[in-house]
């Protein structure tokens, strides 16, 4: 890992809802207890490694951070529970920009104020520190449950990459692209965070 990149550089982020630490070895365990949790490997639209396959996940991350592309999180919930992994990805330091992605999270803590919270921290951070002028999010086309919650975030629709990525099981993937812009983060932020606070329904 290259320290003189900020982009790249180990970083804690905490809020309420949870934590994001810096990817280690140390979490396999807990991240394949994780995975398993909704088995979430079996959605034919994600790519959320199966637990026997963390290990390798966990290095291939690794990995991309020391070739300054990524910077891995593993993310824990408010009771300090491993719930799942995130990442800033295909970083452009250069042009200042970089994607939220790779990320899952366990079933038990889907539709809870986690995923806003996450996403709050990393755009807090790219925005307010790294100095982004965009942030993308990027998906499958047809995986509707993770493009309403990137446009739950605010983030607009900057088109679609037909056949842009082959899928594990062979399918070719449409990818819609979203972004959210310097300009936009002061809304976004005051968004996310109403999100955060408002009372939650049973």
Not at 8 to 14: F, G, H, K, N, S
Not at 32 to 53: M, N
Not at 79 to 86: C, E, I, N, W
Request: glycine fraction near 6%; include cysteine; charge should be positive.
């Amino acid at each position: 890992m290259t320290a003189s990149n900020p982009f790249t550089a180990p970083v804690t982020l905490t809020g309420p809802h949870a934590r994001l630490e810096p990817l280690s070895p140390a979490h396999l365990a807990a991240l394949s207890e994780a995975a398993d949790d909704g088995q979430l490997w079996k959605l034919w639209y994600t790519s959320v490694p199966a637990p026997e396959r963390m290990a390798a996940e966990i290095d291939r991350r690794l990995g991309l951070r020391d070739a300054g592309s990524m910077n891995p999180f593993v993310v824990f919930d408010a009771g300090g529970r491993v719930a799942g992994m995130t990442t800033y990805m295909n970083i452009d330091a250069a042009n200042r920009r970089v994607e939220i992605g790779s990320t899952w999270t366990r079933a038990s803590c889907q539709r809870s104020g986690l995923n806003t919270q996450c996403k709050l921290l990393l755009l807090r951070h790219a925005f307010e520190t790294l100095g982004c002028i965009a942030v993308e999010f990027r998906t499958h086309r047809l995986n509707q449950q993770s493009r309403r919650a990137i446009e739950r975030l605010g983030a607009q629709l900057d088109g679609i990459l037909r056949a842009h990525l082959r899928m594990p099981d062979g399918t070719l993937r449409d990818t819609c692209v979203y972004s959210i812009t310097a300009a936009e983060w002061p809304t976004i932020q005051t968004h996310l965070q109403w999100q955060l606070d408002k009372p939650r329904s049973a």
